[in-house]
């Protein structure tokens, strides 16, 4: 029986150590390499002007999962401990604590090496209008790129795309312009309307495409897409531009 007490217990022991290293890990890489942070995280903003932040760490090739929730001030000092460190190391030295403390609930969860991380960053924003638009993928095809949303409500609302204002930056910083807006069934094209007016019925997942045209054969990742959106229903009237960041285009 101690002897089973024993292994088991290594057993635990090793898995916390090997989580703790892999949240370690990316920790440093996030600080060594802030412009590819979509490889080690995906952030999610909510509420006014990303009051409320959640932060899941990219460890699913281990089979972790989980994430934690930080507020506006906590993200903004890791935000500028990462932006703003000389030295990647000083960062990791001051945010790896942190994140330890945060994601403790992850450092006892068994090991999997079975799953495949997937290449994303921050992936969709929730606005306190209740309106909730998710960037699913983007698919290329020649010159046109395709990118794929939901959008979903917790009332009746009425939200209106600026499709003026719709671009995309790829991994070079190369500049595209959104030419056509689909919503369910209606849709837009630039050359003929400024932006598409649609209902979402509460809870709802409702489709919404949006096209951009001349990319080049060069383009393979999505660095930024923003739109602006106009938003109204009994709990909200306002208006908000909503960004995506760091998303593999799917050839």
């Not at 990219?58 to 903004?76: M, Y």
């Not at 309106?131 to 209106?160: A, P």
């Not at 600026?162 to 056509?180: C, I, Y």
Request: proline letters at 1%; a positive charge; aromatic letters at 8%.
């Amino acid at each position: 029986m101690l002897t089973l007490f024993l292994i088991i217990s290594c057993s635990i022991h090793a898995n916390e150590v090997k989580n703790i290293k892999e949240i370690t890990t990316a920790i440093s890489n996030l600080c060594h390499k802030p412009d590819k942070a979509g490889e080690y995280w995906d952030v999610k903003l909510s509420g006014t002007a990303g009051a409320n932040v959640r932060i899941k760490l990219k460890l699913a090739d281990l089979g972790i999962t989980g994430d934690a929730k930080f507020n506006k001030g906590e993200w903004k000092g890791i935000k500028d401990t990462i932006e703003n460190s000389q030295d990647y190391r000083e960062c990791a030295k001051v945010l790896t604590p942190i994140f330890l403390d945060k994601f403790q609930m992850l450092i006892n969860q068994p090991l999997n090496n079975s799953v495949k991380r997937k290449l994303s960053g921050i992936r969709w924003e929730d606005i306190n209008s209740g309106v909730e638009i998710t960037l699913n993928r983007c698919l290329k095809n020649k010159t046109i790129l395709t990118c794929y949303f939901t959008i979903s409500s917790k009332e009746d609302s009425l939200v209106y795309i600026d499709l003026r204002s719709a671009s995309t930056f790829d991994q070079e910083g190369n500049k595209f312009h959104a030419q056509k807006v689909t919503i369910a069934n209606q849709f837009a094209h630039k050359s003929k309307t400024s932006g598409i007016n649609v209902e979402i019925i509460q809870n709802v997942k409702t489709k919404m495409v949006l096209q951009f045209e001349g990319i080049f054969n060069s383009s393979y990742f999505i660095k930024k897409i923003v739109f602006d959106s106009k938003i109204k229903n009994k709990s909200a009237n306002s208006s908000h531009r909503y960004t995506y960041r760091d998303m593999e285009v799917m050839l």
